[in-house]
Nanobody
Framework: QLQASGGGLVQAGGSLRLSCAASGRTFSSYHMGWFRQAPGKEREFVAAINWSGGSTYSADSVKGRFTISRDNAKNTVYLQMNSLKPEDTAVYYC??????????????????WGQGTQVTVSS
């Protein structure tokens, strides 16, 4: 089970840190991803991190502004979002992919999803 938190309303240029807490003892065996979905749009990839935290990848739209990280001791993955823009407004979801292979940019490759947390950036 994944529980996302940390969303809210922020002005453009501001920062937020999203957290996603996982239950269970096998968190460290899962690759983790963050996705977002704006109204009327498809769910899109934001960032991913492999099981150990040693490899990450971010979408071009957030590269240099967002950072994904994880703490396996706390069963938690984070998304630090800086220099937020109005176009970052969306519901943000964390997701887990079984550890075989590598992380993925495709939502359909992730078996477990959090409930989503709303991020709203005002101009």
């Amino acid at each position: 089970q994944l529980q996302a938190s940390g969303g809210g309303l922020v002005q453009a240029g501001g920062s937020l840190r999203l957290s996603c807490a996982a239950s269970g003892r096998t968190f460290s065996s899962y690759h983790m991803g963050w996705f977002r979905q704006a109204p009327g749009k498809e769910r899109e990839f934001v960032a991913a991190i492999n099981w150990s935290g040693g490899s990450t990848y971010s979408a071009d739209s957030v590269k240099g502004r967002f950072t994904i990280s994880r703490d396996n001791a706390k069963n938690t993955v984070y998304l630090q979002m800086n220099s937020l823009k109005p176009e970052d407004t969306a519901v943000y979801y964390c997701a887990a992919k079984a550890g075989s292979g590598y992380y993925s940019l495709r939502p359909r490759d992730y078996a477990y999803w959090g409930q989503g947390t709303q991020v709203t950036v005002s101009s």
